[in-house]
């Protein structure tokens, strides 16, 4: 045997699935397919590779170009079909990468398709610190099967998680490798169910693509990190799926979002993030989130990005505390939401600001909040001046750059008058880091943000003021300085809020 470093090599996991699927009993062909069994695959001689002709099971190697590569096997204690995929079988597959981990120079899991894009999601989220390939695929038809494409999907996969041995630029990312396409796995999506181009990345280009040539590209291939493999294995699986649809009934809504079982809600909406403006849909959301549930708005569609607040039927929810999804796929918002509510139960009240943050690569920017809390200004009351009420949220030290600023908005939510009178209104004027600012201070400097003059009918609910301080975010908001904001009252008449905050888009590339 070729003895070559033990950081080299590739350990394939296989997890069940369709690629090591035989007939259950195998006297009828056509009876229902099972996974193989560990002890089938453990065999020296398994199913698995011994259709792969440049496999040498003796010396465990498998030549690649001209250059041999170790290659070693190792199964689930039992392998299942990817639709009964669970907590359990991550923390499985995980421990053995984090026991593996200095052995191999990349890792291979073979898995279902089914749930093969929330696997590559959660494992995005619970390995921290990576600086490995791992190259998650599959297949439509087994791998003993005439025209599968197990076979193709499985070689390529090895070579993927080869890069250093091959001398080809290394991918230290969770990845979802099939047909001829590298997915980032926390932005990928299952497309067909039956075409052997089964997966697709919406909001993100193809990190590679296996034709003729391996072709990667490494524009956008994430940084392998240069400290020690962290397992970060917390889950809470207490989250469900809400999908808006016309005509919903209001009072079942209610029943659902407002259940003791559910800690958080992925809220599947329309376009842009928008949903039904009701009383009864916007209140039941209000009442969830007020009993500390969590609630995160990803468009139904397949691309694009939710913009809370653009359209005035999503400002409801925005005002309400519902946080943005940006452009995640769903399985990415949910196993990330599951994966932080898991890791976080000692201190919950920063997972709504963690979630709007790039982790892994699962969206294009990041939301940083700095929260001003509620408020009020009395009678005459001519300024207020008001700090943040906690630090902003950063995921690591230093992770929020200024320069690097896409857009920022400050919004002032909830807002009424004192008296319920028949019509109400706001009136005045908002500066950033100048608390001697008056009504007559000047509108043509940068501390200046904009003024605001609302009124509307008292049935019409509370209103909400919004601000584009783009300009102003980059030069003040620096994350070394505590800003202040002050609010110029030029009503005369008792003014409140329920909610004020900046949101600061931080592109992620």
């Known amino acids: 045997m070729n003895h070559q470093n033990e950081s080299t090599g590739v350990l394939v996991i296989y997890t069940g699935g369709t690629i090591g699927s035989i007939p259950k009993n195998s006297k009828e062909p056509n009876s229902p397919l ?6 089938d695959v453990d065999k020296k001689e398994n199913p698995l590779f011994s259709l792969i002709e440049s496999y040498d099971s003796k010396f465990q190697q498998i030549v690649l170009g001209n250059q041999s590569i170790r290659l070693e096997l190792k199964s689930l204690d039992k392998p299942i079909d990817s639709s009964n995929v669970d907590p359990a079988v991550w923390t499985e597959i995980t421990s053995i990468i ?12 073979l898995h279902g398709t089914d749930t093969m894009t929330y696997t590559t999601s959660v494992l995005s989220f619970m390995i921290d610190n990576l600086n490995k390939p791992i190259i998650v695929t599959g297949s439509q038809k087994p791998i003993g099967e005439t025209r599968s494409d197990a076979l193709q999907n499985l070689i390529t996969a090895i070579e993927i998680a080869a890069a250093k041995s091959l001398n080809k630029p290394v991918i230290p990312e969770v990845c979802l490798f099939f047909r001829n396409k590298i997915l980032r796995g926390c932005r990928s999506i299952k497309y067909s169910a039956s075409n052997y ?6 909001n993100l280009p193809e990190l590679g693509t296996a034709d003729e040539y391996i072709v990667i590209n490494e524009s956008i291939i994430r940084k392998g990190s240069t400290q020690s493999l962290q397992i970060l294995g917390g889950y809470s699986p207490k989250v469900i799926y809400l999908k808006v649809a ?4 209001l009072d079942l809504i209610e029943t659902i979002v407002n259940s003791e079982k559910i800690e958080g809600i992925i809220l599947l909406t329309y376009g842009t993030g928008n949903a039904p403006s009701l009383p ?11 009993q500390g549930k969590i609630i995160v708005n990803v468009s139904q569609c397949m691309s694009g990005e939710v913009e809370l607040g653009l359209y005035d039927v999503s400002a409801g929810l925005l005002s309400r505390g519902v946080i943005s999804g940006l452009d995640m796929t769903s399985e990415a918002a949910y196993t990330k939401l599951c994966h932080l509510l898991g890791t976080h139960q000692d201190n919950p009240s920063i997972i709504p600001d963690l979630m709007q943050i790039n982790l892994r690569g699962e969206q294009s920017k990041s939301i940083f909040n700095l929260h001003f809390g509620s408020g009020s200004m009395d009678v005459n009351q001519k300024s207020l001046t008001l700090h943040p009420i906690k630090d902003m949220v950063d995921a690591v030290p230093s992770m929020y750059n200024s320069n690097f600023i896409d857009k920022a908005f400050l919004r002032i939510m909830g807002i009424s008058e004192d ?5 109400q209104s706001a009136r005045g004027k908002v500066y950033i880091d100048m608390e001697n600012a ?8 940068d501390n200046y943000l904009g003024k605001f003059d609302k009124r509307w009918e008292i049935q019409e609910g509370k209103e909400n003021i919004f601000f584009t301080i783009t300009n102003q975010a980059k030069k003040f908001i620096d994350n070394r300085h505590h800003i202040s904001i002050t609010i110029i009252n030029e009503n005369g008449r008792k003014l409140r809020w329920e909610k004020m905050e900046i949101g600061i888009f931080i592109n992620s590339y």
Do not use: C, H, W
């Not at 181009?197 to 919406?202: D, H, I, Q, V, W």
């Not at 016309?246 to 009934?249: H, L």
């Not at 008056?438 to 400097?445: G, P, Q, R, V």
């Open 197 to 202: 181009e089964a997966f697709r990345s919406p």
């Open 280 to 290: 009864g849909f916007l209140n039941a959301i209000e009442k969830s989130i007020s």
């Open 419 to 423: 008296e319920e009178t028949d019509f």
């Open 438 to 445: 008056t009504s007559k201070s000047a509108e043509n400097i």
């Open 246 to 249: 016309p005509g919903m009934d």
């Open 98 to 109: 984090k026991k593996e981990y200095e052995n191999y120079e990349g890792f291979v899991i």
């Open 34 to 39: 099972v996974p193989l069994s560990k002890e």
